[in-house]
């Protein structure tokens, strides 16, 4: 039996709808998960949770406008060396990724740019279109994303709920991470 963590970083809690996937996937074959959010990682100090007992470690973090959020490339600069030492998996949840030509861990530009920033490059990576739902954005977010939506030829009517997210893509990935 494997003992995996699984650290999120999700606002609106889609990234971590695709963790909770993952988790059940890898348990349903009677490995051990740990979910996490990377905030109560960072706030823990990995004081009570300490990383060198797992035999796996997932990191999945949304994309806000144009960047992961800064404690992701900061955990894995903290701790790239024990990273480096265990199989690890990276994915990133973005809207961009809702085109085909965007969704490989090859061709998205912010999974690209975050392992090229922080030099690291996990065994296995992963990308994930997410989901759009104005009535859940404040309004500033809700005008910005309207706006990008309309340049990039997505959904622009208020009421709009889409999940972009491939779920057998992201239960493939988590039969990559039992393989790892
Ligand atoms: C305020 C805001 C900014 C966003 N900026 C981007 C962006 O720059 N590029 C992109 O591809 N997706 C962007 N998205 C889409 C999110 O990455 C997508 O909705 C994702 O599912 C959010 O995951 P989360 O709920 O785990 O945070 C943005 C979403 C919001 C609400």
Redesign the pocket.
Known sequence: MTNTLILYS???????KICQRIAHQIETQQHSVTLLSIDAMAANNTDTISLTEFDKIVIGA?????KHRKNVSQFIRQYKTLLNSKPCAFFS?????RKAEKNTSDSNP?LQKLLTESNWQPKLKGVFA???DYQQ?RFF?RQ??RM?MWMTKGPTALDSVIDYTDWVKVDDFAQEIHKL
Do not use: C, E, F, P
């Not at 949840?93 to 990724?97: E, G, H, I, K, R």
């Open positions: 999700s606002i609106d809690g889609h990234t971590h949304s994309i806000r406008y144009g949840v973005n809207l961009v990724a912010y997410g989901k759009v954005y977010d910005m994303i990008i």
